[in-house]
């Protein structure tokens, strides 16, 4: 089996890494309708990943696999105004090809960007995801993590 290279993101990604961060937002939006994405979710990917690399406070890892980008991490280095533990890194999207999954990937991604967030200054690390998503839901809380708050929706009729 070929190994797998888990490193920061560089600017020649950002287009696959781009691509990838649509398919999530795409699976994301099989748990709930509010999760629709916007036709120009690419463009607006670009965007985001761009701006992720190079910045202090964001963390973007890429998975590859020789030569193919598989999978990637990207986090937020976030103050907590009124809470202890004060700095937390926040996981925004993590997401790894469906082919490649069942391998420990997400496992090894998570820890290293655990350990690179924790390098970065988080004392407490958070993931974010759909609250219908019950693979991610058991991942995570497979590996120490609980749940820490809830966030309720509602369209205005």
Known sequence: MEPINIRRATKAEVDVIADLVVRLKKLNSEFDPLFTVKEDAKHRAVKYVSESIGSEKTLLLSVTKGDKLIGFLRAELRERLFY???????????????????????HEILEQGTSQLV?????????????????????????GFRRLIETFAQVPQ
């Open 119 to 143: 390098k970065m200054g988080a004392e407490i690390i958070v993931a974010e995801l759909p609250s219908r998503n019950e693979i991610g839901v058991h991942f995570y809380t497979k590996r």
């Open 84 to 106: 202890e533990p004060s700095k937390e890194g926040h996981i925004t999207d993590m997401y790894v090809l469906p082919e490649h999954r069942r391998k420990q990937i997400g």
